[in-house]
């Protein structure tokens, strides 16, 4: 079956660095995203790697390696407004989008 | 950059009624269009994929009688949660993505149901 893991719950510090990991295992492979979601509210999207490597947008950066079925979400200089949970989503071979169950991360000043 | 408009934010209805909740794509074309549904601190759970002409098609477990889609122009589809109960009580966000292959799905702002 296919499955993407995520750690539940994650807490740093603010001014700090996080690294969120998410594997998975899809049936094909067409993309990985990953959101950030405010509790309460809809997701918003950060981030999209298709290809192996990292890509860097501003605070937030995004790593793939297609080979080990593995990808992280960086976030450099925490902020407070940072608390929210991230979801890890892979398009498979059919170009549907499987989801992971997001991870919570927490802030502390 | 793409647009998912959804409409309303929130609704309360007495248990029985039937509640209509539109998502629109106000920048481009949506040949598909997704509903999910999220409970409290739970994970987003898709219910059904919208196609612009046709039947929807609904995920396992979803009665598909009491959550009616109609996706009638390539912009506009609407999830009508009929005879609603408390259960029914949740947090519903519709999607949509341009139809390039690398465009992520963005979200509507959602449509906070509680059923009473």
């Known amino acids: 079956g296919q499955n993407i893991d995520q750690p539940t719950e994650m807490t740093a510090t603010e001014g700090a660095i996080v690294q969120i990991n998410c594997t998975y295992q899809t049936s094909g492979f067409n993309g990985l995203f990953w959101y950030q979601q405010h509790a309460g509210e809809a997701p918003t999207f950060l981030s999209y790697?298709?290809l192996d490597g990292l890509e860097e947008k501003g605070r937030f950066s995004s790593f793939l390696s297609r080979s080990k079925g593995y990808s992280y979400l960086l976030l450099k200089e925490l902020q407070m407004k940072d608390s929210a949970s991230y979801l890890c989503a892979v398009r498979d071979s059919n170009y549907q989008l499987i989801w992971g169950a997001g991870t919570k991360l927490i802030i502390k000043p | 950059g793409a647009v998912v408009s959804q409409h309303p934010s929130w609704v309360i209805c007495k248990s029985g009624t039937s509640v209509k909740i539109e998502c629109r794509s106000l920048d481009f074309q949506a040949t598909t269009m997704f509903w999910y549904r999220q409970f409290p601190k739970q994970s987003l759970m898709l219910m059904a994929t919208s196609n612009e002409g046709s039947k929807a098609t609904y995920e396992q477990g979803v009665e598909k009688d009491k959550f009616l889609i109609n996706h009638a122009s390539l912009t506009l589809s609407t999830l009508t949660v009929t005879s609603a109960h408390p259960e029914d009580s949740s947090f519903y966000i519709c999607?949509?993505?341009?139809?390039?292959?690398?465009?992520?799905?963005?979200f509507g702002n959602g449509t906070r149901l509680t059923v009473t």
């Open positions: 999607s949509a993505s341009p139809p390039q292959g690398s465009s992520p799905l963005h």
């Open positions: 790697n298709v």
